[in-house]
């Protein structure tokens, strides 16, 4: 099918191009013209993206799908092209048939690729090694313990020379299993008001501190998920600056929220790693803003039963997928952040990281494109969301920006 979506404002971070009403031409799933129309194309299809942004498909380096159908569906409707899922599913994806299993899948739903993370240990238990070259192959970008620690350093040594051998990238969410274990909420003068448990700031900068020596010393490419503290995010920059191989995220609620957000108890607030105070949110934010980190939506649908219940019973987590480009373009506009630059955050950064020739819009590039209506405005209700997480601490209220088409090799696959 051949395409033209026209009148929009084309927006490719990646190839530093922003142009008003200027014309994309798609045939056989990929871009075939930007602003002239290659000789001989005859659009089947036309889309009006008068008012609207053209922009790269998001790329999440973070979901769970808890139901693939649901979840697919929900990151089209976001704008997401590409979703990064991590391991700790039931089961692990441990074994090259699940991962293989779940790609495939994905392919026959026909909406947002699918990117698995593969399980570093066997059930994500931190002790041996998974079949890391068999997961390869089924089709997992890198390889991760998800939000579970790998306990024996001695383990993670060998798992990062191994992977370094390789050339795999190594995915870790930075904590400290024994300063964290107990703790619900940032440890600090929220948490003591509220009589919950803490996690200090140093459950992170150990873990990360840890990390950073052992890529010093294995040369392993290490990519840390969700930074929440500015001491953490200090110590990815400085070893960025050393020239080493690692990149970091932060999610998109850690940008715009802070452990005083918890309220009185609101269940919502509840994350891993825990929402930090407001130096660790503007130290995030300048990062993001500077380009050192990545933007996810850490995406964890919850059941309502989970969330009904008290602060430190409830699961943490909150759906991001449908929320992840309204939320990123909230940030920008509150920290004085260009729409290119914020878009990078969610397009060609995550690309770059997962080292895949994606999240642009030069000649030649899949057809994997978002146009959105950076005005339009909805309120968040769980009717809103195709989800079947319904949990979100932004529940109520108004979110700018909506999508109106979502394109994936060439084919549209939402449109409002």
Not at 192 to 219: C, F, W
Request: glycine share 10%; hydrophobic share 45%.
């Amino acid at each position: 099918m051949n395409i033209e979506i026209s009148n929009g404002r084309v927006i490719c971070p990646k190839n530093g191009v922003d142009r008003d009403n200027v014309s994309v031409y798609i045939a056989h799933g990929r871009i075939v013209g930007l602003g002239e129309a290659p000789k001989g194309f005859v659009a089947t299809q036309k889309v009006d993206a008068a008012g609207c942004v053209v922009s790269p498909g998001l790329i999440d380096l973070g979901a769970r799908l808890n139901s693939i159908e649901a979840e697919l569906a929900a990151a089209v409707a976001g704008g997401v092209t590409s979703v990064v899922v991590p391991p700790d599913a039931d089961p692990p994806l441990d074994e090259p048939e699940l991962a293989d299993r779940l790609v495939h899948r994905g392919d026959e739903i026909g909406k947002a690729r699918v990117l698995p993370l593969g399980a570093l240990t066997l059930g994500l238990k931190g002790e041996r090694l998974a079949e890391l070259a068999g997961l390869k192959k089924a089709g997992c970008v890198a390889f991760s313990q998800a939000s579970r620690p790998v306990v024996d350093t001695e383990a993670l040594l060998r798992a990062m020379e191994y992977a370094a051998t390789f050339g795999f990238a190594v995915w870790l969410q930075p904590q400290d299993h024994w300063l964290s274990r107990n703790g619900i909420a940032h440890e600090g003068e929220v948490a003591s008001r509220l009589g919950l448990a803490g996690i200090p700031v140093a459950a992170e900068t150990i873990a990360v501190g840890s990390i950073i020596q052992l890529v010093r010393d294995t040369g392993c490419r290490v990519h840390l998920t969700r930074i929440s503290s500015a001491a953490g995010m200090s110590l990815v920059q400085r070893a960025a600056k050393e020239g080493l191989p690692i990149s970091c995220d932060v999610g998109v609620h850690h940008l715009l929220l802070t452990d005083n957000d918890i309220g009185y108890f609101n269940p919502h607030a509840r994350f891993v790693p825990p929402l930090r105070g407001q130096a660790d949110r503007q130290a995030l934010s300048d990062a993001a803003a500077a380009g050192t980190a990545a933007i996810c939506s850490d995406h964890t649908p919850v059941g309502a039963d989970d969330k009904l219940l008290p602060f430190g019973e409830a699961k943490p987590g909150a759906t991001g997928l449908e929320v992840l480009l309204p939320l990123t373009l909230k940030w920008a506009e509150t920290a004085g952040v260009a729409l290119p630059a914020a878009l990078a955050r969610i397009t060609s950064a995550p690309a770059e990281i997962l080292g895949l020739d994606s999240g642009h819009l030069a000649l030649g590039a899949r057809a994997d494109i978002c146009v959105f209506d950076p005005n339009a405005s909805w309120q968040l209700t769980p009717e809103a969301l195709r989800s079947r997480g319904k949990n979100s601490p932004w529940t109520g209220y108004m979110m700018t920006g909506k999508v109106r088409h979502t394109l994936v090799d060439g084919r549209i696959v939402y449109t409002t």
